[in-house]
Antibody
């Protein structure tokens, strides 16, 4: 059974960089052709796709975040990471990592439990 | 403002049937891309409920069904149970975004 677990600071100061890691167990992050994804959920409950990385290394980002986001994988540690620069209060959300199946018709069949990141001084 | 539009809330009595709509546009649902549905119980991550418009993953009761037409999709829940009380989200692909888009979510209350 694939499991995903997010980790990282719960509080980030405005203008700094948000960095999160997602550890994948029960399966290799470099096999299967999956799209390893980051999705966030605002306090008001809306979900927003941040982006994903294919095991081949190709990345796809939400255009609204593209200039600030980097998603990468560390296959040796079976981990996925997210870096979001120049954060503001608007980036306060629960951040989920998820495994996507497919690109154009991606479905997310495994999710981490989510980690709340608050941007505040 | 979500790309896909859902009603904020729906409600129904135990045993009844409710439907949740998801309206998109010509760059997502109307372009022929599949619609998927997720159930989010309080304090938990979303769980895939319906994929590819109308398919249920293993373990999802057949009380849940999905359909799609033109620029919209629907999730139907029959034989409502108290445990169905949750938030429900639709999701599709958008060609202008080149990525996934979600609905704003619908809160189902079982009366």
């Amino acid at each position: 059974q694939v499991q995903l677990q997010e980790s990282g600071p719960g509080l980030v100061k405005p203008s700094q960089t948000l960095s999160l890691t997602c550890t994948v167990t029960g399966g290799s992050i470099s096999s299967g052709g999956y799209y390893w994804s980051w999705i966030r959920q605002y306090p008001g409950k809306g979900l927003e796709w941040i982006g994903y990385i294919h095991y081949s290394g190709s990345t796809y980002y939400n255009p609204s975040l593209k200039s600030r986001v980097t998603i990468s994988v560390d296959t040796s540690k079976n981990q996925l990471s997210l870096k979001l620069t120049s954060v503001t209060a608007a980036d306060t959300a629960v951040y989920y990592c998820a495994r996507g199946v497919g690109h154009v018709d991606a479905t997310y069949n495994y999710w981490g439990q989510g980690t709340l990141v608050t941007v505040s001084s | 403002q979500s790309v896909l539009t859902q009603p904020p809330s729906v409600s129904g009595a135990p045993g009844q049937r409710v439907t949740i709509s998801c309206t998109g546009s010509s760059s997502n649902i109307g372009a022929g891309y599949d619609v998927h549905w997720y159930q989010q119980l309080p304090g938990t991550a979303p769980k895939l409920l319906i994929y590819g418009n109308s398919n249920r993953p293993s373990g999802v009761p057949d009380r849940f069904s999905g359909s799609k037409s033109a620029t919209s999709a629907s999730l139907a829940i029959s034989g409502l149970q108290a445990e169905d009380e949750a938030d429900y989200y639709c999701q599709s692909y958008d060609s202008s975004l080149s990525g996934s888009v979600f609905g704003g979510g619908t809160k189902l209350t079982v009366l």
